[in-house]
């Protein structure tokens, strides 16, 4: 097969290109730690994110391997409910099960990350097709769009808060998250709060990778400022009060963008992934191996080399003037807390950095919230933003304990490094 000289193949392939029978090539030098990668899988019922307590896949599934079958299975027993409840005219139920079926045929295709593999086809097809269903029978407009680039369409979508001319948030999600996964649509806080949320699958992410769209350091910020250029043409959008928040990788792509979009008039982040990209080297291989799926790219070191460049730069940091909030874990694998704190030094704007107590990467619930998710508070944030009260020029720290104290409601801190910090511990 040929490849450019940027290592492209056409996409990460299936079967010829993967280990297994008659193929002792590893596309990824990591893969040879698959067994390790198995073992924690049946020992802990995760796929990733080993940090936390809590099974995310069914009891049976002994390998990475048996993912996406296994989950299959789960989500096919709640579509099955779901339509019969749809059926028995017992709408909320129907709406409720379709919505768990569709986030678990995601986590069954997101196992497979390969171009033009069948079962990831069908699963992601699903996926779709019960978030459909979601969507005709919620009580709340939720609208699918697409947005033109590069000669291809990002297919989107818009959950409408009810109000005539509302602030509006673009949601950028984790690396890999597909647009149906964040936020929640049936209890969704953004539209408690007035906000309309837009959130589209950029360049690698959900439909887009499948339809080939890959990523790379420059272009994610040119397809969400193509999001905002439809966003701003809606009769229901104040274009005057246009946010973003961004979670995970889209900590990085939020920043990213507002370094060069001023209709951004506020920024809210958590679990933060700003660079260097450590997780691709020091983490579980599902990362690398995912983020290499979504550029096309199939020669290690060449995605390495592309991987350097995903560093937000002084000189971009030093252009966002509006204002920020930073919400990161205390032991954040992806992205160290020496690394979000240059990043939050360089940001220009009014600003605010949330460390969570004993936290990582948090990829749900925050203790340190009550447990409530983090758009929860990141939303009313922006609402302040918005109202008027902006965050102290020269920067705020707070410390969310774990499961103790205000947090972000209680008072700054000096620091988060000893000896500072010892008088919160």
């Known amino acids: 097969?040929?490849?450019?000289?940027?290592?492209?193949?056409?996409?990460?392939?299936?079967?010829?290109?993967?280990?297994?029978?008659?193929?002792?090539?590893?596309?990824?030098?990591?893969?040879?730690?698959?067994?390790?990668?198995?073992?924690?899988?049946?020992?802990?019922?995760?796929?990733r994110q080993f940090f936390y307590d809590g099974r995310r896949l069914p009891a049976g599934t002994r390998s990475y391997a048996m993912i996406p079958r296994q989950m299959a299975r789960v989500a096919g027993h709640k579509e099955g409910l779901a339509r019969a409840a749809e059926a028995k005219g017992h709408r909320e139920t129907a709406c409720r099960l379709y919505h768990k079926a569709a986030l678990d045929y995601h986590i069954g295709q997101h196992a497979l990350a390969y171009d033009d593999h069948p079962e990831k086809i069908y699963l992601h097809g699903k996926l779709i097709e019960c978030f459909g269903?979601?969507?005709?029978?919620?009580?709340?407009?939720?609208?699918?769009?697409?947005?033109?680039?590069?000669?291809?369409?990002?297919?989107?979508?818009?959950?409408?808060?009810?109000?005539?001319?509302?602030?509006t948030v673009l949601h950028i999600p984790g690396l890999d998250s597909p647009k149906e996964l964040y936020p929640d649509a049936i209890d969704n806080p953004y539209r408690e709060r007035g906000f309309n949320i837009a959130i589209v699958d950029g360049p690698g992410q959900g439909e887009s990778a499948l339809r080939k769209i890959r990523n790379?350091?420059?272009?994610?910020?040119?397809?969400?400022?193509?999001?905002?250029d439809y966003l701003v043409t809606r009769p229901d959008v104040d274009a005057e009060r246009l946010g973003c928040i961004g979670f995970s990788m889209g900590t990085f792509w939020a920043l990213q963008l507002a370094s060069r979009e001023p209709r951004l008039k506020a920024i809210a982040t958590a679990a933060g992934c700003y660079g260097p990209q450590y997780g691709f080297q020091q983490e579980s291989p599902h990362f690398k191996k995912q983020f290499m799926y979504m550029?096309?790219?199939?020669?290690?070191?060449?995605?390495?080399?592309?991987?350097?460049?995903?560093?937000?730069?002084?000189?971009?940091?030093?252009?966002?003037?509006?204002?920020?909030?930073?919400?990161?874990?205390?032991?954040?694998?992806?992205?160290?807390?020496?690394?979000?704190?240059?990043?939050?030094g360089g940001i220009a704007g009014p600003k605010?950095?949330?460390?969570?107590?004993?936290?990582?990467?948090?990829?749900?619930?925050?203790?340190?919230?009550?447990?409530?998710?983090?758009?929860?508070?990141?939303?009313d944030w922006m609402r302040d933003v918005f109202a008027g009260t902006l965050p102290p020029r020269d920067g705020q720290l707070k410390i969310l304990k774990e499961r103790a104290g205000l947090g972000l409601y209680g008072n700054p801190v000096d620091g988060f490094w000893m000896p500072d910090r010892v008088r919160y511990f």
Not at 17 to 33: A, C, S, T, V, Y
Not at 218 to 225: C, K
């Open 133 to 167: 269903k979601l969507i005709e029978l919620s009580r709340h407009r939720i609208e699918r769009f697409e947005v033109p680039f590069e000669g291809k369409s990002l297919p989107g979508l818009f959950y409408s808060c009810g109000k005539e001319k509302a602030p």
């Open 352 to 379: 605010e950095f949330w460390l969570a107590e004993n936290d990582a990467h948090s990829p749900g619930e925050y203790p340190h919230l009550g447990g409530l998710r983090a758009f929860d508070v990141l939303i």
């Open 216 to 228: 790379s350091p420059e272009n994610f910020a040119p397809a969400m400022q193509a999001v905002l």
């Open 295 to 344: 550029t096309g790219i199939t020669d290690e070191e060449a995605f390495d080399r592309l991987a350097d460049r995903y560093v937000l730069s002084d000189a971009e940091l030093a252009k966002i003037k509006c204002p920020v909030v930073i919400l990161h874990g205390e032991y954040d694998p992806l992205n160290p807390l020496e690394d979000a704190y240059r990043v939050y």
């Open 1 to 47: 097969m040929s490849m450019d000289s940027d290592g492209h193949e056409g996409g990460t392939p299936w079967l010829h290109g993967e280990p297994g029978p008659g193929n002792m090539k590893l596309i990824r030098q990591r893969d040879n730690q698959l067994w390790i990668l198995d073992y924690l899988v049946k020992a802990t019922g995760r796929d």
